[in-house]
């Protein structure tokens, strides 16, 4: 069974910075396009970031420039490293995965909370 554990999560001040980890087991990792998806309270979940398997990299236009998605195959995880964070960053963060020619996973690990606050 394929399990996503997303950590890294934390408060941070606006303009601080703050790396999410997400580790993935039970999947051929370096096959999987992996992405980061953002939830705040009340509002629908949505994608921000997408690594695929070459390592082509897409952003949301609400973080490109600030934020960055890279993985490590070696250790089966991805990272969404953010900065220059706003308060409308205040989210919960969730990684999923996909092939390239399928849908995201059914599967969502536990999120990550990430509040930016003064």
């Known amino acids: 069974q394929v399990q996503l554990v997303e950590s890294g999560g934390g408060l941070v001040q606006p303009g601080g910075s703050l790396r999410l980890s997400c580790a993935a087991s039970g999947t051929i990792f370096r096959l999987n396009t992996m992405g980061w998806f953002r939830q705040a309270p009340g509002k629908q979940r949505y994608l921000v970031a997408v690594?695929?398997?070459?390592?082509?990299?897409t952003y949301s236009d609400s973080v490109k420039g600030r934020f960055t998605i890279s993985r490590d195959n070696a250790n089966n995880t991805v990272y969404l490293q953010m900065n220059s964070l706003k308060a409308e960053d205040t989210a919960g963060y969730y990684c999923?995965?996909?092939?390239?020619?399928?849908?995201?996973?059914?599967?969502w690990g536990q999120g990550t909370q990430v509040t930016v606050s003064s």
């Open positions: 999923n995965y996909r092939l390239e020619t399928t849908a995201w996973s059914r599967y």
């Open positions: 690594i695929t398997s070459g390592g082509t990299t």
